[in-house]
């Protein structure tokens, strides 16, 4: 009997590309997905990942978007600073800055401290905001695919702390 679904990757017959966003095809009978302008992907159906062949990037699907899984602090730190730009083009400021738990250790040796002698994880900042983490009690399912979120409030940032990329 002809199962259609049985022929393609996990995510369907078509995806949106992670990086590029245009459309891309599955190619039939394997769990891989090839991009034009980025080459293949390779979708696990175990770990429900998505992994760039020629760099082996990995991304999760949370609600239609794609969000990658970092393995090195520069980059969920450059993801943050993109999207701390992209508020500020769309007239907005974030006051908060709430990452997943699982970055915790990751990204720590990177965060700032108003005072330097104290552990509060309430006085830890990235790029001037305040840093919270993804608690127990947060939707776990979402927490373990996202990485991070703003939270923001409408307006123009009241300093520009994080315009110098990398201190």
């Known amino acids: 009997m002809y199962q259609p679904l049985n022929y393609h990757p996990i ?26 302008r980025h080459g293949a992907f390779e979708a696990d159906p ?20 794609w969000y990658r899984q970092h393995t090195h602090p520069d980059g969920i730190r ?9 508020l500020h083009t769309q007239g907005y400021r974030a006051t908060r800055v709430v990452v997943a738990e699982r970055y915790r250790e990751l990204i720590s040796t ?12 309430a006085k830890q900042r990235l790029y001037g905001l305040p840093v919270e983490f993804s608690g127990p009690a947060s939707d776990e399912a979402r927490w373990s695919v996202i ?15 994080y315009f110098r990329l990398f201190d």
């Open 11 to 36: 995510f369907g017959p078509e995806i949106r590309c992670p990086h590029c966003r245009q459309w891309v095809a599955a190619l039939t009978l394997t769990d891989t997905y090839l991009c034009q």
């Open 46 to 65: 175990q770990t429900q990942t998505l992994v760039h062949l020629q760099s082996g990037r990995c991304w999760r699907q949370w609600e239609e978007h």
């Open 78 to 86: 450059f993801e943050i600073h993109e999207e701390l730009d992209r």
């Open 110 to 121: 990177f965060l700032e401290r108003t005072t330097p002698w104290r552990t509060d994880e």
């Open 147 to 161: 990485n991070f979120e703003l939270v923001k409030e409408p307006g123009p940032p009241l300093k520009y702390p």
